[in-house]
């Protein structure tokens, strides 16, 4: 029952339209769960839904026929209404507490409110929809049933823990979402042709950055004070021309004075500058 003073009508169940299974099918989709139940059509008078235990001992859901050929998911208010108590009847099988005594009985109330509004914010109402499906129970509450303020704060709680669970889920999806690197011009342009590097006995070496950070590398040189430096920014490669052939050091940190609160340590080693060649160092996050 979903709310004080209904009683669980006489009635005879009987098997259930593809429609009835498919609307109990959708609201188990939205946690991922088959239906582990059986699903029949009951004249159940005003009640939209039952759930109940069979005489062996199976769990059902008895939707009535009315309720169930008026609902088309089209994310009215009524079919909010009509599947949040739907919902509300398979929170109680899935948290099986179908119990006498009362405390426990007004527990599952609250446990089966939570559940449909978890489901409702799934199919896409909003958290005002659920105070106003829920405006009509009693006040007070019921030996069966809590107060209307504690079911309201119970199925907003569902819902907003669903909306936390799309955001989780966004951010999670941002974070996998593989590093596209665009081609990118130079950061320093080169010579438009270099025709005495064998003369000179220098070469070039780029350094390709795929961290997201804009950072500095330093290219030290052997026994001198005029060490070169380019800014690198994320995707993108910057490059030392003309340099003399040789083995260097170089090291990469960030580029202002102050370190990003990003998790990236910096990176350092030697690089070996070949005559007329161009070539590449790779800085990756760490």
Same mark, same amino acid.
């Given at each position: 029952?979903?709310?004080?003073?209904?009683?669980?009508?006489?009635?005879?169940?009987?098997?259930?339209?593809?429609?009835?299974?498919?609307?109990?099918?959708?609201?188990?989709?939205?946690?991922?769960?088959?239906?582990?139940?059986? *699903?029949?059509?009951?004249?159940?008078?005003?009640?939209?839904?039952?759930?109940?235990?069979?005489?062996?001992?199976?769990?059902?859901?008895?939707?009535?026929?009315?309720?169930?050929?008026?609902?088309?998911?089209?994310?009215?208010?009524?079919?909010?209404?009509?599947?949040?108590?739907?919902?509300?009847?398979?929170?109680?099988?899935?948290?099986?507490?179908?119990?006498?005594?009362?405390?426990?009985?007004?527990?599952?109330?609250?446990?089966?409110?939570?559940?449909?509004?978890?489901?409702?914010?799934?199919?896409?109402?909003?958290?005002?929809?659920?105070?106003?499906?829920?405006?009509?129970?009693?006040?007070?509450?019921?030996?069966?049933?809590?107060?209307?303020?504690?079911?309201?704060?119970?199925?907003?709680?569902?819902?907003?823990?669903?909306?936390?669970?799309?955001?989780?889920?966004?951010?999670?999806?941002?974070?996998?979402?593989?590093?596209?690197?665009?081609?990118?011009?130079?950061?320093?342009?080169?010579?438009?042709? *270099?025709?005495?590097?064998?003369?000179?006995?220098?070469?070039?070496?780029?350094?390709?950055?795929?961290?997201?950070?804009?950072?500095?590398?330093?290219?030290?040189?052997?026994?001198?004070?005029?060490?070169?430096?380019?800014? *690198?920014?994320?995707?993108?490669?910057?490059?030392?021309?003309?340099?003399?052939?040789?083995?260097?050091?170089?090291?990469?940190?960030?580029?202002?004075?102050?370190?990003?609160?990003?998790?990236?340590?910096?990176?350092?080693?030697?690089?070996? *500058?070949?005559?007329?060649?161009?070539?590449?160092?790779?800085?990756?996050?760490?």
């Amino acid at each position: 029952m979903f709310t004080c003073g209904k009683t669980i009508p006489g009635f005879n169940s009987r098997e259930s339209s593809n429609k009835a299974r498919e609307i109990v099918a959708k609201i188990l989709k939205q946690i991922g769960l088959p239906t582990e139940f059986d *699903v029949r059509m009951g004249d159940i008078d005003d009640n939209v839904a039952l759930s109940t235990i069979s005489p062996t001992f199976d769990k059902e859901i008895i939707l009535n026929e009315k309720v169930v050929n008026r609902i088309n998911f089209n994310g009215s208010w009524g079919d909010f209404e009509d599947i949040f108590i739907i919902a509300h009847e398979i929170g109680h099988h899935l948290s099986t507490n179908h119990v006498d005594f009362v405390e426990s009985r007004l527990q599952s109330e609250v446990v089966a409110d939570e559940f449909a509004g978890f489901v409702l914010n799934k199919l896409g109402a909003s958290l005002n929809d659920i105070s106003v499906i829920l405006s009509s129970v009693d006040e007070l509450g019921c030996d069966t049933h809590p107060p209307r303020n504690t079911r309201i704060m119970a199925a907003s709680h569902g819902w907003e823990n669903a909306e936390t669970q799309k955001k989780d889920n966004i951010e999670e999806n941002k974070k996998n979402e593989p590093i596209i690197i665009q081609p990118q011009p130079r950061a320093n342009p080169a010579p438009a042709k *270099v025709k005495d590097c064998e003369e000179k006995n220098t070469g070039e070496y780029c350094f390709k950055n795929i961290t997201e950070y804009t950072l500095r590398v330093t290219l030290f040189y052997h026994n001198r004070s005029d060490n070169q430096q380019i800014q *690198v920014s994320g995707g993108q490669s910057g490059c030392f021309y003309n340099i003399p052939a040789g083995v260097y050091r170089f090291e990469v940190g960030w580029a202002t004075l102050i370190p990003s609160p990003h998790n990236y340590n910096g990176d350092m080693g030697q690089i070996k *500058v070949e005559t007329c060649q161009s070539q590449t160092f790779t800085i990756r996050p760490n």
